[in-house]
């Protein structure tokens, strides 16, 4: 990374135009992580009923070059950037994209349960930091024990 073109995060939300089964996300993610590779960039991506969540890392132009592409694929709509800021080091340098499906992972709905991937739609920015930092964390553990 250079100072013209410094090491970024950026997290966006997206709806998928049609729901991903097994086999499609298992494609999706071996494409992705070539490419990702290639580009050096790293993160991870969640999913839970047709929404995506991904956070990317790399370099600003590259980390740029691929949301144009995301922004041009048909399978995803309602693309939003929620965070934009500069890293000085990696949080995910060992995955080109850490994956984890949400589907399994939904909690009983209980008095002062709070759900951190719809807190990212929410659309206020202290709202949305938190949400990161817990998902970040939730996918840490579980890709820790799992």
């Keep these: 990374m250079t100072a013209q073109n410094p090491l970024v995060s950026l997290v966006y939300s997206s709806s998928a135009t049609h729901p991903f ?71 995910f340098a060992e995955w080109t994209m850490g994956y984890q499906s949400l589907a399994a992972a939904e909690p009983a709905m209980a008095e002062g349960y709070r759900d951190s991937f719809d807190d990212l739609r929410a659309g206020d920015h202290d709202m949305i930091g938190r949400a990161i930092m817990e998902l970040t964390l939730w996918f840490r553990v579980r890709e820790s024990v799992g």
């Design 21 to 91: 089964g097994d086999d499609q996300l298992a494609e999706l993610l071996s494409v992705s992580r070539s490419r990702n590779s290639a580009r050096d960039i790293t993160g991870m991506l969640l999913y839970r009923r047709g929404e995506f969540v991904q956070i990317l890392e790399g370099a600003r132009s590259d980390v740029e070059s691929l949301m144009a592409t995301i922004g041009r694929d048909p399978r995803h709509r309602d693309i939003r950037v929620l965070l934009e800021e500069p890293l000085h080091e990696r949080r």
